[in-house]
């Protein structure tokens, strides 16, 4: 009997996940799969984000702590969770990376356009999941890097109920703008903040006015287009991270209309 006879199953089971991972129909991240396979997520394919926003780049965009050993991180909509796997590779033993398990976990408006009657048809037409809206392909990733990065079914607002720890570093990335109350769900990431929460937003466009103004604006947007519901000036988002309990706040990095600040307990 040849010596390799008992690892076939186990093989065929990674070419079954691979399968798996490739017909997977929305990616949000990009990530580097295997030595010939780098899939590329709807944030990179758009220009969503920076360049240095991605694994190429090393995640410079985010500013994340290089030494995490022993530490424990919450990624809150992290969607994929590619964030949540280089957290794991630098170090952090416990990583839980939250995402809204259907629909109904999200912010939607009541009437117009953008509704969740109207978003779950596209869902349906485009074939992409109504369970494990955003956790689907994380899961799949999780097994493929044999990964111990956990995931927490909830909205952001019931994760106090859910949650009965304090984290020493809390990931906000790209969550803001979607939620119709933002105040409250920074309330909550206040709440969970042991540390150092890395807030990732859109915001006032660098070149408008606004933007560097000296009082607080907020332009409400309805989430009616992307689910997105409001933009902020900088003022707003450091007097909204003060108004919850952070004591420190660096503007690490503006992008368009996007930016990233590290709030400090």
């Not at 997105?228 to 309990?245: D, T």
Request: proline share 5%; aromatic share 12%.
């Amino acid at each position: 009997m040849r010596k390799d006879f008992f690892m076939k199953p186990a093989q065929n089971d990674r070419e079954l996940l691979r399968s798996k991972i490739l017909t997977y129909p929305r990616w949000y991240h990009s990530f580097q799969l295997d030595e010939r396979t780098k899939i590329t997520g709807w944030a990179e394919r758009e220009g969503a984000y920076p360049p240095s926003a991605f694994a190429e780049g090393c995640f410079r965009y985010y500013h994340l702590p290089e030494k995490c050993h022993g530490r424990s991180v919450l990624d809150i909509g992290g969607w994929d969770g590619v964030i949540s796997f280089e957290m794991e590779r630098r170090g952090c033993s416990q990583v839980i990376l939250v995402n809204p398990k259907t629909l109904g976990d999200m912010d939607f408006p009541l009437a117009g356009p953008g509704t969740r009657a109207e978003v779950e048809q596209r869902y349906v037409a485009s074939g992409f999941p109504l369970d494990d809206i955003h956790s689907g392909g994380a899961k799949l990733l999780i097994q493929w890097f044999d990964s111990k990065v956990e995931i927490q079914d909830s909205s952001i607002y019931d994760l106090p109920w859910k949650l009965k720890q304090q984290f020493d570093i809390v990931l906000c990335l790209g969550l803001l703008y979607h939620l119709r109350d933002p105040v409250r769900g920074l309330a909550v990431a206040s709440k969970l903040t042991g540390e150092l929460l890395i807030l990732e937003t859109m915001c006032f466009p660098e070149t408008d006015p606004l933007a560097q103004a000296d009082r607080s604006y907020c332009e409400f947007l309805g989430g009616h287009t992307g689910h997105n519901w409001w933009l902020f000036n900088y003022h707003a988002l450091e007097h909204m991270l003060q108004a919850c309990g952070f004591e420190r706040i660096e503007r690490k990095e503006v992008w368009n209309s996007r930016c990233v600040y590290h709030a400090f307990k």
